[in-house]
């Protein structure tokens, strides 16, 4: 069973401090992705990878940055996180041009 | 721009109704098509719609997609107090493969 962990689960921070959240997988897929939800909005993508040191820019990339360094991870990055940031965070696996995607549990952010 | 368009934005059915959930797109150079579930958690994966799969259906759920109109629809007949979710539709365009783009939801009560 495909199994991605995000963590953490909910934080809350204040802006401009620096934060981290991790995306693991134990599937060995070569894709994965990180999308925000906002209500009305639906799932935006803000990054996705291919494959190790392999990244594209979504539709919402401003102010995130990722990394690929093992097939793995695939950590979030805020390096300056806005209020406009306070969203639930998603991120996903899928083998390679299969469409199909396996979300994890989401992170919950809060930025005042 | 490429968008996706999901109708109604809500549904309110009583246990046994069939329902209709509607998803018209705008993408540059269609791949697939896919409508995902989520309770209150993290979207899962129903079904994949291409050029060589326009019809699918799995128990009480089919989908179908209309290239030539640019939608497709979900149903759900005899419906049950466990299909009360919000039901996602995405699509991912053929420049760019794993780059997804999806619509706001709708939002289905099934009432006992």
């Known amino acids: 069973e495909a199994q991605v962990t995000q963590n953490p689960r909910y934080l809350i921070t204040v802006t401009g401090k620096k934060l981290t959240v991790t995306c693991s997988q134990n599937m060995n897929h070569e894709y994965m992705s990180w999308y925000r939800q906002d209500p009305g909005l639906g799932l935006r993508q803000i990054y996705y990878?291919?494959?190790?040191?392999?990244?594209d820019k979504g539709d919402v990339p401003e102010g995130y940055k990722v990394s690929r360094k093992e097939k793995r991870n695939f950590p979030l990055i805020l390096e300056s996180p806005s209020p406009n940031q306070t969203s639930l965070y998603f991120c996903?696996?899928?083998?390679?041009?299969?469409?199909?995607?396996?979300f994890g549990p989401g992170t919950r952010l809060t930025v005042t | 721009e490429d968008k996706v368009v999901q109708s109604p934005l809500s549904l309110v059915v009583h246990e046994g109704d069939t329902v209709t959930l509607n998803c018209s797109y705008e993408v540059t150079n269609f791949r697939s098509l896919l409508w995902y579930k989520q309770e209150k958690k993290a979207p899962t994966f129903l079904f994949m719609l291409t050029s060589s799969g326009i019809e699918k259906k799995s128990g009480r759920l089919s989908s179908i997609l209309d290239k030539k109109e640019l939608f497709s629809i979900l149903n759900i007949t005899a419906t049950q107090t466990g299909d009360s979710a919000v039901y996602l539709c995405a699509v991912e365009p053929g420049y760019n493969f794993n780059k997804f783009y999806f619509g706001s939801g709708t939002k289905l009560n099934v009432k006992p």
């Open positions: 996903a696996i899928g083998a390679s041009g299969s469409g199909e995607q396996y």
């Open positions: 990878s291919m494959n190790v040191e392999v990244t």
